[in-house]
């Protein structure tokens, strides 16, 4: 290996086109983690509405590449390993051509799985795994995915359908024919515009309303559940609870994958990589399917960061990284 890496830093500025090239040392992994040499960076919006604890480091939290070195207590085994991972926001991220991470963090990309598609997959996907392990699984009951037009509504309108719930979603009417062809039954326009009232045809239907919008937009859609529901929120949580007291008795429940980076413990991580192993397996055998894959050079990364802000685009933007010696 070379001695230096690149990487795009934050030290402050007005959004992604502030992030600078800076050449490094290469970091030598410490105890319990590996160095991985990416050759595919996922974007994801929390890597731009984060930056500002980035100060000094390299953002970004999705990867995929190979495990080049590894620090004490790390099994030589997972040396020149093709893995995925998904990284702590307060780490060096993945924002550069190599990243040191907690080994337990990683998982195997399966032979028949390109690093492209495995990229793309830790945040959302992980994401909408663990917005649908909040609720009991009930096969044909019915739920609402609102905001599902993004990366985890992708994810969770799938998993949902494998274990057998019926799913409506709430988006702009661009995502519909998308969703539905992913297994979508219903479609309403979103997100709701402010003042808007809840249509009648969603008040006290679902069993569980999964919400990747904001927490206010979370709250309004309360009303969409009957007695004993659930409301998911993915994206912010509740400010109040949405009902009084003793009267639906719902539950609620917020989704932060990070969580495990400062809460969990190794039988956390275990369970979370190895479902994650298990839907990388289901992506290659064609068991679930990806998004559209948009990709482009490690040198434009900001300026992909910045679109991804605007969200002016349609489909995944994976950074490939060319490989170094």
Known sequence: MNNDYQAWVWHGGDGPL?????????????????????????????????????????????????????????????????????????????????????????????????????????????????????????????????????????????????????VDVMCHERHRKALTALGADGWFPGPLADGAELSPALRNYYFATFDAVNGKHSQRLGDTLRANGHLVSIQDRTDSWPCPPFGRALSIHEVALGALHFHGDERDWRQLTRQGEQLLEDIADGTFVSEAIITRDFTSLPEQLEALKHRNFSGKLIIQVKETS
Not at 56 to 74: C, E, L, R
Request: hydrophobic share 45%.
């Open 18 to 166: 502030a992030l600078q090239a800076q050449t490094r040392p290469l970091p030598q992994p410490a105890a319990g983690e590996v160095l991985v040499r990416n050759s595919a960076i996922g974007l994801n919006p929390v890597d731009w509405k984060v930056l500002d604890m980035k100060v000094g480091k390299a953002p970004g939290v999705d990867g995929a590449g190979v495990v080049v070195a590894v620090g004490d207590g790390v099994s030589h085994s997972w040396l020149g390993q093709r893995v995925a991972y998904h990284t702590s926001l307060k780490r060096e991220g993945s924002f550069a051509t190599h990243t040191p991470l907690e080994a337990r963090a990683l998982m195997r990309i399966p032979v028949n799985l390109s690093d492209t598609l495995a990229a793309a997959f830790p945040c959302p996907a992980l994401t909408a795994w663990q917005a649908l392990e909040k609720i009991p699984s009930r096969p044909g009951e019915r739920l609402l995915v609102s905001g599902a037009g993004g990366s985890v509504g992708h994810w969770l309108v799938q998993f949902a359908r494998a274990r057998g719930f019926v």
